[in-house]
């Protein structure tokens, strides 16, 4: 499998810094990479953002992550309209399938944000599924509060950690 | 007869110190001990010449033990007025009233090659009498300090009437690197942070391990395969293989029965985590919960009978105690704010727990029915109790706030006293305590 988030999450958040440095924060239903990005660049493969099918675009423009409320798990209309674009562009690109990798702030403990992270994976798949997404393609992981995207200890952080990342993998 | 004395003093003296001269040399465990019993251990008399610094290494460990306590407190060599040359010699008992030593530990040691003899007495100073029979062991010099703590089990159990838990291990989770891309690895270590050995690399997530009743196991979850699965790991060769890897599901929160032979975990499946119990040969799972809510954190009774855990099947996580078999749940936690993470007490009286409340996060205890709730601590984030084998002390993870939070090793005594730091060589969290070896 190879995972392609790392430089798109941060590609991502240099093009929404240059198009609008307030986005992350100001919209709490944000389409913004917020993923797990940290560690190593990674420089294959991921095509142009303005080539539709790589990576890089679904990462760019149609939005790899979406966020929850406070111990919640339900999905806002914000969230909603990030995966519909997100199963839409599933559906169009059938080489690759995704991860929905489930995250939770700090705010908790490690059993029960382990848990709840789950069930926001779990929220974000079924409605991929739901738009025809078909089941064998997504795959859902749980990292609670072991990954957070922001590290700061407050609620514009907290708001951006309780999300749900989708991670194309090439499929199989 | 002394037992009854010592509690009706006890119970008598709850504002006063707890240790009175006139009475018998001891200490009852309760919120009446303010005022630590003075002692004096005297380096071990060495009958060899190689002993002679292990004599010293052996003394201190007994004297630190004795002191992390909160119930003794040493007193300096400088003070004292005549010293222990020869472990057979009556014991000069003024020259130890004078410094107010109320016990005297005497030892002495012997090295052989590898072979490590030590025998020890404990005095009651101003009885002038020796408190129970000397003692020998025999081990290895590398086993050293290993000896030291089990001379100060002896030592605590004479004083407290309880057995100790000195010579135990934590197993933990060694942490390093930035918060959010945190690199760790499963370590074990001494109760008092000494000899810690890593027993996986930090290739991969790993958490929450948690000791068998033998404290020759352990179970953790790790991210090896991608996914948080639990693992079953052999302490002495660091073998490990996993024992739930459901496809489509992610398993962790393990912990054993009291038998050794039964895990009791949480099983998530499309969005929705259970509790299951399964033998350690990976076989024989039984579904335990099926509400539509978060059940986690499982925890037996130490008679295997019961099982305490946390769900927010009420709309907030709160916690349950049900039959070991399923069934039947009985929320025991009504307090306001958020409880999770509960523990049995190795004795059976107790639950300690994590609560979440206004912002703070608190390790508490409760009685089994819920009652008697108290709160031993209180930070930005504590979290993840965990029982000394006698019951008396509860570890939990404490990490700082903001971006460059760390996680670290507590301790604190179930009457709320005596909070202190266990030195890790790097960050710490998830500790799990060994039982008495």
């Known amino acids: ?172 | 007869m002394t037992r009854l004395f010592a509690l009706i003093l006890g119970l008598i003296c709850l504002a006063l110190p707890a240790i009175a001269q006139q009475g018998p040399l001891r200490i009852e465990i309760t919120e009446g001990v303010i005022e630590p019993m003075p002692f004096a251990a005297p380096s071990f008399v060495a009958s060899n010449a190689e002993a002679v610094a292990l004599g010293e290494d052996i003394a201190s460990v007994v004297a630190a033990d004795l002191e992390s306590t909160g119930l003794f407190r040493q007193i300096q060599t400088a003070s004292f007025i005549s010293g222990i040359t020869s472990f057979t010699s009556p014991v000069e008992f003024a020259d130890w009233k004078a410094i107010n030593a109320q016990a005297l530990i005497t030892g002495q040691i012997s090295t052989n090659g590898t072979q490590l003899v030590l025998q020890f007495r404990v005095y009651d100073v101003f009885a002038g009498q020796e408190l129970g029979n000397g003692l020998q062991f025999v081990g290895t010099t590398e086993g050293w300090r290993r000896m030291g703590h089990k001379v100060a089990d002896a030592v605590y159990s004479r004083i407290t009437g309880e057995s100790g838990y000195f010579d135990s291990r934590i197993v933990f989770v060694s942490e390093r690197g930035n918060k959010g891309d945190r690199k760790k690895s499963l370590a074990i270590m001494d109760y008092d942070g000494a000899n810690v050995q890593m027993l996986t690399d930090d290739s991969n997530l790993v958490l929450a391990p948690r000791f068998s009743p033998t404290g020759d196991r352990v179970l953790y979850t790790s991210y090896e395969t991608g996914f948080p699965r639990i693992y079953l790991l052999d302490v002495g060769s660091a073998a490990r293989r996993v024992l739930e890897a459901q496809p489509g599901s992610i398993s962790f929160a393990p912990r054993f029965g009291p038998d050794g032979n039964t895990v009791v975990y949480s099983l998530a499946t499309n969005g929705n985590t259970d509790l299951f119990r399964m033998d350690t040969t990976g076989t024989g799972r039984v579904r335990l919960t099926s509400s539509p809510g978060i059940d986690t954190a499982p925890s037996f009774s130490p008679d295997g009978t019961q099982i305490v855990f946390e769900s927010d099947r009420s709309g907030s996580q709160q916690l349950y105690i049900m039959p070991a078999t399923g069934g039947q749940a009985k929320r025991i936690s009504f307090g306001a704010g958020r409880y999770g993470t509960p523990v049995w007490s190795p004795r059976g009286d107790l639950i300690a727990f994590t609560k979440q409340h206004k912002g703070r996060f608190h390790i508490g205890v409760m009685r089994t029915d819920g009652s008697e709730e108290r709160l031993l601590t209180a930070s930005f984030l504590d979290e993840g109790p965990t029982w000394s084998p006698n019951g008396r002390v509860i570890m939990f993870t404490r990490e700082t706030q903001g971006a460059a939070g760390q996680a670290a090793l507590y301790s604190v005594d179930i009457t709320g006293r005596n909070l202190r730091r266990i030195r890790t060589p790097y960050g710490a969290s998830d500790p799990a305590w060994s039982p008495l070896q």
Request: aromatic share 10%; charged share 20%; proline share 3%.
């Open chain 1, 1 to 172: 499998m190879k995972y392609f988030t790392k430089t798109a999450l941060i590609a991502g958040a240099f093009f929404l810094a240059a198009c609008d440095p307030n986005s992350r924060f100001d919209n709490p239903n944000g389409t913004a990479g917020t993923g797990a990005g940290t560690g190593e660049f990674e420089t294959g493969g991921l095509g142009s953002a303005s080539d539709p099918a790589s990576p890089e675009y679904f990462s760019q423009f149609v939005g790899d992550s979406v966020v929850f409320l406070v111990n919640e798990y339900t999905l806002t209309s914000a969230a909603r309209a990030v995966l519909a674009q997100q199963a839409e562009w599933l559906i169009d690109n059938a080489s690759y399938n995704a991860i929905v990798q489930g995250h939770a702030d700090e705010r908790g403990t490690r059993e029960y944000n382990l848990a709840l992270g789950d069930r926001r994976a779990n929220s974000a798949r079924d409605y991929l599924l739901s738009l025809g997404v078909d089941a064998g393609r997504v795959k859902t992981v749980s990292y609670g509060k072991e990954r957070p995207a922001q590290l700061c200890s407050d609620e514009s952080c907290y708001s951006q950690n309780r999300r749900a990342v989708s991670v194309l993998v090439v499929g199989q």
